[in-house]
């Protein structure tokens, strides 16, 4: 099955995923109507595409539920602009649900977090339409530069020094 979550930078999500069982994390773009999206007119918020990760998984292994989970312990959900450092468009959260099942287990999770919270979550709830795979280079990022990564979760707040 694969699912699709926009969480802000999709380097700093990838390594999360892989963590619990999950087949196989793609970053990419969603969301946008343009085809074929480069990173650098996602990254200037030019597409209307958030950066997203395309997530490959076995339910027997790990839910729906279970990916839901991950995604809102790594994510700030109240942040209307972004995520840490990286704002606009692009780095905002979205949750492309394939079916009515996982648009419900989404929606309950959000209106959820906003009862529990008292405040106002900013979680995109869309129906997937399209996923544009990235540049090579973003694949796998936290293992091809592995200090630059380190450096990025730092930089931006996502890990402390």
């Given at each position: 099955m694969?699912a ?6 999709f380097?700093c999500?990838?390594?999360?995923y892989?963590m619990?069982g999950?087949?196989?994390?793609v970053?990419g773009y969603s ?11 996602v990254?200037?918020q030019?597409?209307?595409?958030r ?9 027997e292994?790990?839910s729906?539920?279970?990916l839901l989970?991950i ?9 209307s602009e ?8 692009s ?5 492309y649900?394939n079916n ?8 309950e ?6 009862a529990?919270s008292?405040k ?7 129906p997937?339409?399209s996923?544009?795979e990235a540049?090579e280079?973003?694949?796998?990022y ?7 990564f ?8 996502r890990?402390?020094?």
């Amino acid at each position: 099955m694969r699912a699709y979550f926009a969480g802000g930078c999709f380097w700093c999500v990838t390594p999360i995923y892989k963590m619990y069982g999950v087949d196989k994390v793609v970053c990419g773009y969603s969301g946008g109507d343009e085809v074929n999206p480069t990173y650098e007119d996602v990254k200037h918020q030019k597409t209307g595409h958030r950066e997203t990760i395309s997530l490959e998984y076995d339910p027997e292994k790990v839910s729906y539920s279970k990916l839901l989970d991950i995604f809102f312990a790594n994510v700030d959900p109240f942040d209307s602009e972004g995520q840490f450092i990286d704002k606009g468009f692009s780095y905002t959260l979205a949750i492309y649900y394939n079916n009515d099942e996982e648009k419900n287990l989404a929606k309950e999770r959000i209106e959820k977090l906003q009862a529990d919270s008292g405040k106002e979550v900013f979680v995109a709830l869309e129906p997937f339409k399209s996923f544009y795979e990235a540049e090579e280079y973003h694949q796998d990022y936290y293992l091809k530069n592995p200090e630059a990564f380190e450096k990025e979760l730092i930089e931006s707040g996502r890990k402390k020094a």
